[in-house]
């Protein structure tokens, strides 16, 4: 997020907009907590994780009254325009915003998850994958040495976005992600096979917003299937959300950042900027909130023919 926040106000900078960042999104509109930013603000910041605006959700900005207030808090401070980078709830407030009062605001994808329809990926998403991988590395070294079967759990509260990567790349047996329905008897089923062919150990992966149950469920139903397999868990956490970001999170930030910019400065509201197919995009909000971005079903065959 910083990365692209810098990218926003160098942008701005550069073409000779005043620019404010806002504390806490909606909660410190709300509250007029505006900081008038220049190029200096955001120096050393392109290697930093987490943001330096602080992040948080706001209750109020979901009603007509914490609408108001913000927007008096722009008119105050003399804002004609918005980016917002964020997710799904970010883009809802802004759609709304935009309706009653007239404030356009153009997003850039801002969530680990990578699961937001108009971009191949979300900024922050190579990160959170390189860092959870790095982890399954580790653990790898336990479930090679020991003989055992880890069960890892990895973040997307409603996306296997981060686990197929980690699957693939980190060389587990399955993956478990909510976009596919995988009984835990296939697992069962799929670990048992494996064993038969003398595996000794075992990484699965699995998606926090599994349906299938979280990942102490299925280690406990493979436990009581398969006795004989020394089990564990392991969820990596909120490691995934920070850390110095990767080359490529630094590129997307910056590249979506200054085109966010850009496209309020041509007239665009109520839109996202994102990467398709490579190709700079501008994806409604509407489209954004309400269409699924789907998984490449393929990348599920392939762990399945990885761990042969
Ligand atoms: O939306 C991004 C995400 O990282 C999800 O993958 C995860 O479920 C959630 O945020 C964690 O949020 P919190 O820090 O509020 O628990």
Known sequence: MNACLRAVVRAGVYHGIEVYGIMRGYSGMIKGEFVRMDSASVSNTVQRGGTILKSARSQKFMTKEGRQQAFDQLVNHGIEGLVAIGGNGTFTGATIFEKEFGIPTVGAPGTIDNDLYGT???????????????????????????????????????????AIPCAIGGGAEIVMVPETAMSVDAVIETLQSSYARHKTSFIVIVAEGEEEGNVHHVARRVKEAIPQLDTRVTIVGHIQRG?????????????????????????MKNVMAGIVDRKLTYTPFDDTINKRKVINQSFMRMVEILSV
């Open 243 to 267: 850390g110095s970001p990767t080359a490529a999170d630094r590129l997307l930030a910056s590249q979506l950042g200054i085109a966010a910019v850009e496209g309020l400065l041509n007239g």
């Open 120 to 162: 191949d990926y979300t900024i922050g998403y190579d990160t959170a994958v390189n860092t959870a991988l790095e982890a399954i590395d580790k653990i790898r070294d336990t479930a090679d040495s020991h003989d055992r079967c880890f069960f890892v759990e990895v973040m997307g509260r409603d996306s296997g976005y981060i």
